[in-house]
C-alpha cells in the first residue's frame, strides 16, 4: 500500500508542509484521495426570471433536521451561483442510476441542459425534475463565500420522494451504484 502524507497550508501562495512532498506532489495527493470519497450525483437547479440554470454537485449533505436545511457548494465563477444568489432559491435532485446521461449534460458545457428530462416549476420556483428520486425545494437561508466556492445552505419547504433507492455515485472519476452488502 502506497501512503502519501501531506499538510495542506491555506493561502494561494502556501507551500506544502512536508518532508517530502512538492506542492504539486500535495495536490496530487489530496485529489487522490477525494477520489476514494463516493458522492451522491446531484443537479443544483434555480430559476432566475424566465431563465433556468443548473450544475452537476456531488457536493451536496444534510445540514439539520430542525429546521430541514441542506447544503450545496457551488462555484462562484459558475453562472448558477449568480443565478442562486440573486433569486435566493434552488433545489437539490438527487440522480438515480438512469440520469447518468441528464447528469454530464448538466457537467458539460450544454446550451440547454433542460432540453432533456421532464422538469416542473416548485413553489419557489426552482426546476424540479419530475422523476428525480428526491427533489428539495428550498429557500436560500445562507451563503458563505470563499475564494472558489461558496457553500449554499438551503431551508427545504418541500420534498418530493419516490420509492425507489437505485441512487447514482460519482467515485474515482466515474460514475458507479449502490450494491446492497449481505447482511452479517
Known amino acids: 500500500m502506497n501512503t502519501q502524507v501531506a499538510w495542506m497550508p491555506r493561502g494561494e501562495d502556501a507551500a506544502p508542509v512536508s518532508s517530502y512532498l512538492s506542492a504539486e506532489q500535495a495536490l496530487q495527493a489530496f485529489r487522490n484521495g477525494m477520489r476514494a470519497l463516493a458522492g451522491a450525483v446531484t443537479l443544483v437547479t434555480t430559476r432566475l426570471g424566465d431563465e433556468r440554470f443548473g450544475l ?107 420509492d425507489e433507492r437505485d441512487a447514482l455515485l460519482y467515485m474515482d472519476g466515474r460514475f458507479v451504484s449502490v450494491a446492497p452488502l449481505p447482511a452479517h
Open 56 to 162: 452537476t454537485a456531488t457536493a451536496v449533505c444534510s445540514m439539520s433536521a430542525n429546521p430541514p436545511r441542506i447544503l450545496a457548494c457551488v462555484n462562484v465563477q459558475g453562472r448558477s451561483y449568480r443565478a442562486i444568489a440573486e433569486s435566493r432559491c434552488m433545489a437539490i435532485n438527487v440522480l438515480g442510476t438512469r440520469h447518468q446521461g441528464l447528469a454530464q449534460r448538466f457537467a458539460s458545457a450544454e446550451a440547454d441542459p433542460f432540453g432533456a428530462g421532464e422538469w416542473t416549476r416548485a413553489a419557489t420556483g426552482a426546476p424540479l425534475l419530475a422523476d428525480a428520486l428526491v427533489a428539495f425545494d428550498c429557500e436560500v437561508a445562507e451563503m458563505f463565500v470563499t475564494r472558489t466556492h461558496a457553500v449554499v445552505i438551503g431551508e427545504i419547504r418541500h420534498i418530493a420522494c419516490r
